[in-house]
Structures are given as structure tokens and as C-alpha cells.
């Protein structure tokens, strides 16, 4: 096919535009950039009863975002440029000929020039039954409405699975939102293995298993040949070749997608073989004055792309081609991919099945940590593609070497090992590799628009080379390339928190201190811009949190928090909770004992003894949590804080009352300090312990505080550190009395959350703190920046202000509202959360065991018992 560059060399006066999809609005932002846009008219004909959406967040709408969040089309956009939308007014036919389109609603539309996004449709298998009630497709807001209805309905009535009908990229999406609501899932999947197009057999593998840990049940090499119906004509279960039947209240239908090409079709236009609209390099149709973007369209490398990035490429090839500024042309595009599958990093690029002659495999694969990387090497030493599963941290980097095409200037081996093993290091990209693929930005562009067109900041590159304002992939691989530029040419490196605020943690607290800004949106408005994200969101909470102690779910402070602030409890592997009541100091007496040990036998929970001194109860449903809560508060216990960014337990030994060896009371101090640090919410968790002798049965020095008893007093330590990167900690001060003592770690604690950065361990900062232990000992101990009392202020009006929160909350009805695991069916226990019975407990079920869910709803608020022990009815 010819391509028509040529013509028209005017911008068409009516432009008519059928699709308000992803792509159809990255076609109206690249069109009203060009110049002489505003001749003409221009018309959008959309079929969805909404404007524009970010279709490849749509799963977000089951983790609390609204159909608003995704909106792509900014208010005032259609209106500043005069563009006719007419929603839910799908175009039923084209008449080439006249140059009209006509809308279901009847209405006739001339055009000079007529641009399709029509997209795809989800393609449904020809299986007996197919169209039953209970029976879905993925795609749309409206799709997901329907899935939401469908599944509350099968919860209420006390089911509750739902099978997902392929196992590819989109299936395990939909996967992921059945698994969300609360339902049992099962993927079935046609090929041998989860993402066959993406992801090699060991990915695949991996994948698998990573899925059925989360209580997915995984059916590959499984062809669904029919659906089973009930007496009400709605869905019984899924039937499989194999003669098996899956007992199901719904499926999703989510093997692979169509191009919407009827409208070409009925008109007369070329279509290819498996579908889309044959177009060539400047997206014009065989008739020039047709244009085709996005997944309706066959681009001139013969293929139909199914992602956004190609598309939006092609929306901005068409813009520039219509405007009679024809650029490069469409010719392909990258297909690489990085996604979270249900919480699993997974990312394929270039060539991952390592399909040209001569390429062999370099592979790491660690079980155990659930990692797998694969790379295809040429026979010329470049890198054609691979696979990640688990870890994609270095997908950045290894995506635009794959693009560069040249061999490798380092061994394969250390583009695939670890990070910190002797054999790994940093890899040097060529200025040609294409750094954001959705832009086809290079990292020579990012380099020169810090150079030569002084962007100063992430933010600033983004703005002018638009790198990183699509998927979002390259975003660390961008930050790192703008970062070291700035660095060479001498600039100071922006601290900024992310793009929405140009200040660091410690700026913003400084800025909260002295406004008293109290919410996000004040802050938000006042020192940042947009509209935040899941890295300034919940920084701006726990500032908040620091220097206010407001109730965390009051508000707007309760959509800013991290996952388990939300239900103030901790989320497990199989999606119930544990709860954590304190125990100041590790010090219990019998009858607490006894009262968490009945809360525990008759909630069904199990329990665990903690390395902070204190007792775990396992196994929650949300609408447990506040029936739970009463019996604890009732029985005098308070949050212990486990699921917060703040102070954890104070542990000790039993010191002088009990030991021979002691030297003053531990347990007497330690739960001084934890009722006086209780609810304090920091950067990160805190722990502290106290021993009461140099033996040191408590820890105290791996901990962020610890004191050590002496026979002159105690002695302080700070910034240690257990887990993954163990710390001793320093010692601060010695020998100080019990008053200085506690004044010193109050200022300690607020000079760090002061100044420490977002999630940064006391550790960690102490080591980055410019002076050291020196400085902090000056600031604590010598008040030499003249802080101290504001630090002691501070301390004072936490402690007065604190309140616990689970007490708070069982006394407040719309609090309370949000434990439930279903929001349309408050009290209905969540079905996918199931156990077993081992060693006289509880454990979550593994997805081959048939496990048992709640047997019994647990009424929200009211303090009741749950009849009868869960073990009891597991063992029936
Ligand atoms: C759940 C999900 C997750 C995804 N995840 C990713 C991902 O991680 N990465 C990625 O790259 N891609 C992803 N995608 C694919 C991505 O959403 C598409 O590539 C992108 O939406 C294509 O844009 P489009 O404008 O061509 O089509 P669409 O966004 O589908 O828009 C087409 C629009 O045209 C309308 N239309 C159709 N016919 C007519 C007509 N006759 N008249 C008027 N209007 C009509 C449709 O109703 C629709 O609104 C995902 C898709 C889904 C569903
Ligand atoms: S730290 Fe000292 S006081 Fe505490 S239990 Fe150990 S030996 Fe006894």
C-alpha cells in the first residue's frame, strides 16, 4: 500500500473523530497542539457514556479508586479547544462516498476527515453458554460494575467463585479483581503455561506458583467448552474439555481481544487477515481521507498492537500527518512490558522466547526468593530480549540495551545476577537506547534536555521530553539518567519528594510545623501541585499524623494511608489480618492472659508469641476486627500499633526485681517509654528495648533506641537495627539518670522524624545525617541549634494529645463503616479467606487443600462472641 503524505496539506475544516477511547484522546491533545488546528471543527462520537479513561488502571476501581481518578480528559480541555463530545452516540455506518457518518441516535456528520479509535472487543470463546446471566467481559467501567453486582450477589448467598477464562495478561488482571472482591478464583488458560505470549516456560512457572500462593487456582492446558446453567438460566460452573466441571457463580471471558474494525469493513476499507483496519506508516486508510489508531488498527508492519503505547505513537503519527506536518510515520513499535500481576513483578522485552538463529539463554533462578530473570543473547553478543518474574528492578536498564541492538560491552552475567553479588555491577547505556518506549525517548534526548534545555528537575525532563508520562516504567531508569547528569554538570540534585512537591520529607514537615496545614489538600494546594500519589500521599499522612495525632481514619487523613492503616490491622499472605493489642514493656498479668487467650479460643484465631514481647492473634476477617477490638479494649488492651509507621514495643528483660545479675529496673523503664512513645507516628517503625544489666537479654542495641542498665544510671543507644541490613547501635550518652534519659530520647526521636527522610530507618539516617553521631549528640544533648525546646514541645503535646485508636473507633458508627469485606454487603465474611487445621490451630489454606472459610458472619460493632470454635467446625 502506498502511503499519502502528500495530502491534504490544510487541516481538514471538519474533523470527525469515532472513539473516545486511550488513544482517541491522545489523538485530540497531539491535534490541538498543531498549528492551524483551531481552523477546523471537530466532532468526537463516543459509544461509552463517559469521556475518556485510563483503561490500563482499571483494576484500581476495586482498590478504592473512583471512575473519576481515571478520567483522561482534563476538565475544561474540550471546552478550551471547542471539541464536540456526543457520549453513548456510537456511529453505526460510514458513507465514504459523501464523506458522512451516521450515529445510532440518527444523527448525519459530514467530514473532510474522518479518524477511527475504535479500539477492541474482548473475544468470547463460541462455547455453549456463553451469553448466561452471570457470564462477563472485561473491558469497560460498566463491565466491572456488572462483575461488582454479579459477585456481592454470589457472597450474600453465601458462594462466592469466580473463573477467569484465559491466562494471559489481561485474564490474570481480571484475576486479580474477582480475588479483591473476595471471591474464590480460578484462571483456566488454554496453553501450558500463565502469559504463553510474554513470558518463557521457567517465568511461567514461577508465575504459577507466586499466583496459587495467593489462594488462585491455576488450570493450564485447559480448554473451557461450555458454560453450566442452573434452572435460572444463570451460570452453575465452567465445563472443560477434559470433562470436568469448575462449580462457579460467574466468569469473565478474557481470552484476548478483537479489533473493532466493522465500521471499515461495512465501507469497504481493506482489513487484515486477523483483523484491524489496514493502514500505512501515516495511519491513513486506503481511502486518505480515513484514518485508523489504536487497537482497531492493522499498522504497516502488518501487525494490530494491544497496547497503549503503540497506539498513543500512532495517534501522534495521524495529528502530525492531518495537519500536513508529516514526522517519521508509524513503522512498529515495542512491545516490551512491565507489569504487577495480583502483587507479581513481571516484565518481558525485546525478543524473550529467543526465537532468532543463533540466540542462547543466560538465566538466574533463585526459588527460594521467588526470582527469575532469563536473557536472550545473539550470536553477535547483543541483547535481543528476556524475561523477569519477581524482582524487575532491573527492567530499566535491560529493556533499552535490548533496543540499542549492539553487543554488550559487559558479561550477560552481570546483567542478571543480583544486585550486591561480587559478579553484578552498573551498566553503562548507550545515548541511542530508547529509555521510554511509550515516547520513543532516548537517553541521549533526556541528557541534552538537562543540557541544553535546563531542566533542573525529573519533573522539568518529564514536561519537555514527555519520557515518563506514560506507563511509567522507565521512571527509576529516567531518575537515575537525570540525576547523573545534573551531577556532572556541577547543578545540586533536586531532594524533591516526587513530582508533586519540589520539598524533601524533612522540608514539608518544616512547612507543616510552622502553616499548621492540617490536611493534604491544603498542603497540596498551597506548596505542591496535581493531585498526589502513593509516594507524597501517605508521607503527608504520617507528617500529619506526627504533628497533629488526629484519628487516622477521620477524613481525608483515611483515604492518604498505607494498605493495613486502613483497617488499623495487618494484612497476610491469604488476606485475613492479625491483630496486635500492646503489652507495654512485654509485662502481662494472668487475667490479660486469659482475656486475650478467650478472645483468641473464641474468634478462632491463632497465636503466636512475638520477638517484640507480645502476643499476635492471626487469622481476622475485617468484619471481625471490630468485634475483636471491643472484647480487647474491654479487657484494657489498646492498639499495639503493629500495622503503623510508628513506635512498636519497648522489650526488656526482667532486670534487678527478678534477676541476680540486674542493675535497675528494665521492665519499670521500658514501659514508661512505650506508654510514653505509644502512637507516635515517624518515618518508619520504631523499636527500642531496655536491659537491665551489660549482658543485654533484651537486644536493646539492635534496636532504633535501646538503653542498657549501669550502675550509675543508663546508658543510650541509638540507630541499631535488625532484618536485612543489621546495625549495632552507637552509644549516645552514658550513665545518664532517669529524667535526662528520657529528655535525651524524646529529643532524639523528634529530631529524626524532623528530619529523616520518607521510610528511612533511624539506621539509615544516622549514617546519612551530615556530622554523624557528633551532630546528634550537639542537636540532643547541647541544643546547639537552638531547637530543644521546640523538640520538647512537640514530645509534650504528642503524649498529652494521644489516644487509642481502636477505642476511638469503636466509638464512632462511621469509622466502623469501612470493615467490611464487602462494601454492599456489610457483615458478609469473605469466602476466599479459608484454613485448616495444624499443631492444634489455625493455618490459611494452601490452594490444594480444601480449606474453610468463616463459618459464622460476625455482626459489626456490637462485642459478641462467634458461636462456637472454628476449630470445631474445620475438624467436621
Ligand atoms: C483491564 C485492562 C488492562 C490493560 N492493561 C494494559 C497495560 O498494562 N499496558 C498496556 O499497554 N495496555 C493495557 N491494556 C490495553 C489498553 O487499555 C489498550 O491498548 C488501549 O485502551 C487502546 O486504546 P484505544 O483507544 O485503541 O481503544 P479503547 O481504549 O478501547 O477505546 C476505544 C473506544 O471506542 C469506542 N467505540 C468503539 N466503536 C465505536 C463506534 N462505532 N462509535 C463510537 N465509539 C466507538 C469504544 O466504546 C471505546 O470507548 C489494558 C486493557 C484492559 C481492558
Ligand atoms: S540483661 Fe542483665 S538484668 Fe537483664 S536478664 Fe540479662 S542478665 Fe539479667
Known amino acids: 500500500m502506498t502511503s499519502h503524505t502528500a495530502e491534504p496539506a490544510e487541516p481538514p475544516l471538519d474533523l470527525v473523530l469515532v472513539g473516545h477511547g486511550m488513544v482517541g484522546q491522545r489523538f485530540l491533545e497531539a491535534w490541538t497542539e498543531q498549528p492551524g488546528a483551531r481552523r477546523g471543527r471537530v466532532t468526537v462520537l463516543a459509544e461509552e457514556p463517559r469521556p475518556a479513561y485510563d483503561r490500563v488502571h482499571l483494576s484500581s476501581l476495586f482498590e478504592g479508586r473512583t471512575p473519576e481518578d481515571l478520567t483522561l480528559c482534563p476538565p475544561g480541555f474540550l471546552a478550551e479547544h471547542g471539541i464536540d463530545l456526543r457520549l453513548g452516540d456510537p456511529v453505526t455506518a460510514v458513507d465514504r462516498a459523501a464523506r458522512t457518518v451516521t450515529t445510532r441516535s440518527g444523527a448525519r456528520l459530514r467530514y473532510d476527515a474522518l479518524v477511527l479509535a475504535t479500539g477492541s472487543a474482548p473475544f468470547v470463546p463460541p462455547v455453549p453458554g456463553r451469553d448466561a446471566a452471570g457470564c462477563h467481559v472485561y473491558r469497560t467501567i460498566e463491565d466491572l460494575d456488572a462483575i461488582r453486582a454479579d459477585a456481592t450477589k454470589a457472597a450474600v448467598a453465601g458462594g462466592g467463585t469466580g473463573i477467569v477464562v484465559g491466562g494471559g495478561l489481561l485474564g490474570l488482571e481480571a484475576a486479580g479483581a474477582l480475588r479483591a472482591m473476595g471471591l474464590t478464583t480460578h484462571v483456566v488458560e488454554f496453553a501450558p503455561r500463565l502469559m504463553a505470549v510474554q513470558v518463557d516456560e521457567g517465568g511461567g512457572e514461577l508465575l504459577r506458583r507466586k499466583i496459587e500462593e495467593l489462594g488462585v487456582t491455576v488450570h493450564t492446558a485447559a480448554a473451557a467448552s461450555g458454560v453450566a446453567t442452573g434452572p435460572d438460566g444463570a451460570v452453575r460452573g465452567l465445563l472443560l474439555a477434559d470433562g470436568r466441571e469448575l462449580a462457579a457463580d460467574l466468569v469473565v471471558f478474557s481470552a484476548g481481544v478483537r479489533p473493532r474494525d466493522r465500521l471499515a469493513r461495512d465501507c469497504g476499507l481493506a482489513v487484515g487477515p486477523r483483523g484491524g483496519i489496514v493502514v500505512d506508516e501515516c495511519c ?23 497496547l497503549v503505547a503503540p497506539g498513543y505513537q500512532m495517534a501522534e503519527t495521524a495529528a502530525r500527518e492531518l495537519a500536513g506536518r508529516p514526522g517519521p510515520g508509524f513503522t512498529g513499535a515495542d512491545t516490551s512490558t512491565e507489569l504487577k500481576l495480583l502483587g507479581v513483578d513481571v516484565a518481558s522485552f ?30 553477535d553478543g547483543a541483547l535481543l530480549g528476556g524475561v523477569l518474574v519477581g524482582d524487575t528492578d532491573a527492567y530499566g536498564t535491560l529493556r533499552p540495551l535490548a533496543t540499542a541492538g549492539r553487543p554488550l560491552t559487559v558479561p550477560p552475567g552481570q546483567l542478571v545476577l543480583p544486585a550486591g553479588s561480587a559478579a553484578a555491577g552498573p551498566v553503562a547505556l548507550p545515548d541511542d537506547a530508547v529509555l521510554c518506549s511509550c515516547h520513543n525517548v532516548t537517553q541521549g534526548a533526556v541528557r541534552a534536555a538537562v543540557r541544553e534545555q535546563g531542566g533542573g528537575s525529573v519533573a522539568e525532563v518529564k514536561k519537555c521530553t514527555r519520557a515518563g508520562t506514560g506507563c511509567g516504567s522507565c521512571l527509576k531508569q529516567l531518575t537515575t539518567v537525570v540525576t547523573e547528569e545534573l551531577a556532572a554538570a556541577g547543578t545540586e540534585v533536586g531532594t524533591g519528594l516526587c513530582e508533586h512537591f519540589p520539598q524533601s520529607r524533612a522540608e514539608l514537615y518544616e512547612i507543616v510545623l510552622v502553616t499548621g496545614i492540617t490536611t493534604f489538600s491544603a498542603l497540596v494546594d498551597r506548596h505542591g501541585t496535581g493531585e498526589g500519589c502513593d ?33 488499623l490491622a495487618n494484612l497476610q499472605r491469604n488476606g485475613s489480618y492479625s491483630v496486635v493489642p500492646r503489652v507495654p514493656g512485654g509485662e502481662i498479668t494472668p487475667d490479660g492472659l486469659i482475656a486475650i487467650g478467650e478472645v483468641a479460643r473464641d474468634f478462632g484465631l491463632y497465636t503466636k508469641i512475638t520477638g517484640g514481647q507480645r502476643i499476635d492473634l492471626f487469622g481476622a476477617g475485617v468484619d471481625q476486627l471490630p468485634a475483636i477490638w471491643a472484647r480487647l479494649v474491654d479487657a484494657g488492651f489498646e492498639s499495639g500499633h503493629a500495622y ?13 526485681t527478678w534477676c541476680r545479675y540486674g542493675v535497675q529496673d528494665s521492665v519499670g523503664l521500658a514501659i514508661e517509654l512505650e506508654l510514653r512513645y505509644r502512637g507516635l507516628r515517624s518515618p518508619h517503625k520504631l523499636k527500642s528495648a531496655v536491659s537491665g544489666c551489660a549482658r543485654e537479654c533484651a537486644e536493646a542495641r539492635s534496636k532504633d533506641f535501646g538503653v542498657i542498665a549501669t550502675s550509675a544510671g543508663w546508658n543510650l543507644y541509638v540507630g541499631g537495627n535488625g532484618g536485612m541490613t543489621p546495625r549495632h547501635a552507637d552509644l549516645l550518652a552514658a550513665d545518664l539518670d532517669r529524667g535526662t534519659l528520657i529528655r535525651t530520647i524524646d529529643r532524639y526521636l523528634m529530631f529524626y522524624i524532623r528530619t529523616a527522610d520518607r521510610l528511612e530507618r533511624t539506621s539509615v539516617w544516622l549514617e546519612r545525617l551530615d556530622g554523624g553521631l557528633d551532630h546528634l549528640r550537639a542537636v540532643v544533648l547541647d541544643d546547639a541549634l537552638g531547637i530543644a525546646a521546640e523538640l520538647d514541645a512537640l514530645m509534650a503535646r504528642h503524649i498529652d494529645s494521644y489516644q487509642d485508636e481502636w477505642a476511638a473507633t469503636l466509638a464512632d458508627p462511621d469509622r466502623l463503616r469501612r470493615f467490611a469485606s464487602f462494601v454492599n454487603a456489610p457483615g458478609t465474611p469473605d469466602p476466599a479467606v479459608t484454613f485448616v487445621p495444624e499443631r492444634g490451630q489455625i493455618r490459611p489454606a494452601r490452594p490444594d487443600e480444601d480449606g474453610h472459610a468463616l463459618p459464622v458472619p460476625v455482626p459489626a460493632p456490637a462485642p459478641v462472641l462467634v458461636a462456637g470454635p472454628r476449630l470445631e467446625v474445620l475438624a467436621k
Not at 491513513?284 to 501487525?303: H, K, S
Open 284 to 306: 491513513r486508510t486506503e481511502d486518505p481521507a480515513v484514518l485508523a489508531i489504536g487497537e482497531c488498527a492493522q499498522a504497516a508492519d502488518g501487525r494490530v498492537y494491544g
Open 644 to 656: 503503623g509507621k510508628a513506635l512498636r514495643t519497648v522489650k526488656s528483660c526482667v532486670g534487678e
Open 350 to 379: 525485546g525478543d524473550p522466547h529467543g526465537t532468532a538463529e543463533g540466540a542462547l539463554d543466560v538465566l538466574y533462578s533463585d526459588g527460594r526468593l521467588g526470582v527469575y530473570r532469563k536473557l536472550v543473547i545473539g550470536s
Open 535 to 567: 509516594i507524597c500521599k501517605p508521607t503527608v499522612a504520617s507528617i500529619l499524623a506526627s504533628l497533629s495525632n488526629g484519628h487516622i481514619l477521620d477524613g481525608e487523613q483515611a483515604a492518604l494511608q498505607d494498605s493495613n492503616d486502613h483497617f
